[in-house]
């Protein structure tokens, strides 16, 4: 039985850094990786159906954490991982369908028994997401490392994955 494995680019492609997962995921689409389908997507509350179906499923997103821009986190947030920090789940819930995101697709996911098996979750952290702004430069050079990351996660598919320094 043959695995399958879905890369999801998230994010708006003009809004600056936001457009890097989709940047990534066409970038990962172009090394053409047999057994690997590549989505780009700006919609999170379309997260459960594209992944529910998939043994493995890497979603790439910028990020707010507060670290530098350009920097990498890669967070397991499959079925048997535990749920994400923070309450994630009731904190994205006080915006109203607006403010569903990533984290609350995962929750969400999670509580319906729609998870993949394994789901890395690969976060950007970004600077600017402005309309009609181009990557920070920052951002554009994380670029490969990020791509690099992802086709190592979806061509082995293998070690647990819980941190990448920066």
Do not use: C, K, N, Y
């Not at 999670?110 to 181009?134: I, K, N, Q, S, Y």
């Amino acid at each position: 039985m043959t695995e399958r494995r879905l890369v999801i680019g998230l994010g708006s492609p003009d809004r600056g850094d936001d457009a890097v997962g989709t940047v990534v995921a066409r970038r990962v689409e172009a090394a053409g990786l047999p057994g690997v389908t590549v989505v780009v997507h700006e919609d999170p509350t379309a997260l459960i159906d594209l992944w529910s179906d998939t043994d493995m499923t890497v979603v790439v997103d910028a990020v707010r954490s507060g670290g530098p821009a350009g920097g990498m986190l890669l967070v397991e947030a499959g079925s048997g991982a535990a749920p994400l920090a923070d309450q994630a789940w009731a904190r994205t819930g006080r915006g109203g369908t607006h403010a569903f995101g990533l984290a609350a697709a995962v929750e969400l996911g999670r509580a319906l028994g729609r998870l993949p098996a394994r789901l890395v979750v690969v976060g950007v952290e970004g600077a600017g997401f402005e309309h009609g702004a181009p990557l920070s430069d920052a951002v554009a050079g994380a670029v490969d490392p990020v791509v690099d990351a992802v086709l190592a996660l979806v061509a082995r598919d293998e070690a647990v994955v819980t941190g990448v320094p920066r």
